[in-house]
């Protein structure tokens, strides 16, 4: 059985930086899918960022592009999320997801999850 581990979340200010990781345990990710997923109160979970597990094909959402880099250390079975430039829209509990079946940045493709991290933005 898969689990995932984030961790990093906290109160940054508007401006400011964090880094979310996502710790894998189980069995190895290497060949699959990993992505971030945020999901606000009163809203829906949505798409953040994505990465294959070459690391080669990265996609962000709209929101997020320019401001956060997704990458993985294989080796570590972790993937991050680097948040720079946050904005306070950016304020959500951030979950991480891995082995996809369909559509990247939708939240049902996904078999496992993490049990999210809390990333408050001040203004």
């Known amino acids: 059985q898969v689990q995932l581990v984030e961790s990093g979340g906290g109160l940054v200010q508007a401006g400011g930086s964090l880094r979310l990781s996502c710790a894998a345990s189980?069995?190895?990710?290497?060949?699959?899918?990993m992505a971030w997923f945020r999901q606000a109160p009163g809203k829906e979970r949505e798409f953040v960022a994505a990465?294959?597990?070459?690391?080669?094909?990265?996609p962000y959402a709209d929101s997020v592009k320019g401001r956060f880099t997704i990458s993985r250390d294989n080796a570590k079975n972790t993937v991050y999320l680097q948040m720079n430039s946050v904005k306070p829209e950016d304020t959500a509990v951030y979950y991480c997801?891995?082995?996809?079946?369909?559509?990247?940045?939708?939240?049902?493709?996904?078999?496992?999850w993490g049990q999210g991290s809390q990333v408050t933005v001040s203004s």
């Open positions: 997801a891995a082995q996809r079946a369909g559509r990247y940045s939708s939240p049902t493709a996904y078999t496992y």
């Open positions: 189980g069995r190895s990710l290497s060949s699959n899918t």
């Open positions: 990465i294959a597990g070459d690391g080669d094909y990265k």
